[in-house]
Nanobody, 123 residues
Framework: QVQLVESGGGLVQTGGSLRLSCAAS????????MGWFRQAPGKEREFVAA????????HYADSVKGRFTISRDNAKNTVYLQMNSLKPDDTAVYYC????????????????WGQGTQGTVSS
């Protein structure tokens, strides 16, 4: 089992940046595929980005492609989400998630979730 704790959320203006972190504890971090999801008020949770075990492969939702970058540091048991050129539509609670099997390009099959961190973009 793995425990996930997100941090780095906050309030920024349109066009600004935020860097989210997700620290993992428990079983070997490098054995998990990692992903970021978000949920805006009144909307369903949606996939944002995912990264393979080694970090060599990434996958993004069309809405964030070119603006967000997912990365991981297996030595620090941490996955990051660098968010640039933020828009008010990016306002959401951001969750990191982990899965032990499957593919990095599938948004399904995540077994473990963090508690979320709020990211708010003002216009």
């Amino acid at each position: 089992q793995v425990q996930l704790v997100e941090s780095g959320g906050g309030l920024v203006q349109t066009g600004g940046s935020l860097r989210l972190s997700c620290a993992a504890s428990g079983r070997t971090f490098s054995s998990y595929l990692m992903g970021w999801f978000r949920q805006a008020p009144g909307k369903e949770r949606e996939f944002v980005a995912a990264i393979s075990w080694s970090g060599g492969n990434t996958h993004y939702a069309d809405s964030v492609k070119g603006r967000f970058t997912i990365s991981r540091d297996n030595a620090k048991n941490t996955v990051y989400l660098q968010m640039n050129s933020l828009k008010p539509d990016d306002t959401a609670v951001y969750y990191c998630a982990a899965k032990a099997s499957g593919t990095y390009y599938s948004a399904y099959g995540y077994d473990y979730w963090g508690q979320g961190t709020q990211g708010t973009v003002s216009s």
